[in-house]
């Protein structure tokens, strides 16, 4: 149980520095974490964020997909808050990474 809840925490506090109008993936904070096969454990950390102000919404699939718009209760509130801080989507409805990309390990 600590190491899941050290694990949780770190996701938690590489969420909380993503900047404005960026985005971050599942996998790029499982690799900051120190285990890189951990994406969806970060996914299982997010939905069981108790803190309302972390900014889940910036962190996608690694092609940009809104993987976790389902947890959001309206499906379409991940999608609008990005927007919303400028970023922008490709024709299939994911992020331009090549463009919105922000990794923690460069930054952190």
Not at 36 to 50: D, I, M, P
Not at 74 to 88: A, F, K, Q
Request: aromatic letters at 10%; proline letters at 4%; hydrophobic letters at 35%.
């Amino acid at each position: 149980m600590k190491k899941r809840k050290d694990f949780f925490d770190k996701v938690y506090g590489i969420v909380a520095q993503i900047p404005k109008g960026k985005v971050t993936t599942y996998g790029a904070i499982a690799e900051v974490c120190g285990i890189k096969s951990s994406a969806r454990t970060v996914g299982w950390a997010l939905n069981s964020a108790k803190d309302s102000s972390l900014p889940c919404h910036r962190v996608v699939n690694r092609f940009g997909a809104l993987t976790g718009k389902v947890h959001f209760g309206d499906p379409e509130l991940m999608e609008n808050l990005l927007r919303s801080e400028g970023v922008e989507f490709d024709e299939d409805n994911c992020v331009i990474m090549s463009k919105y990309f922000w990794h923690p390990k460069d930054n952190l």
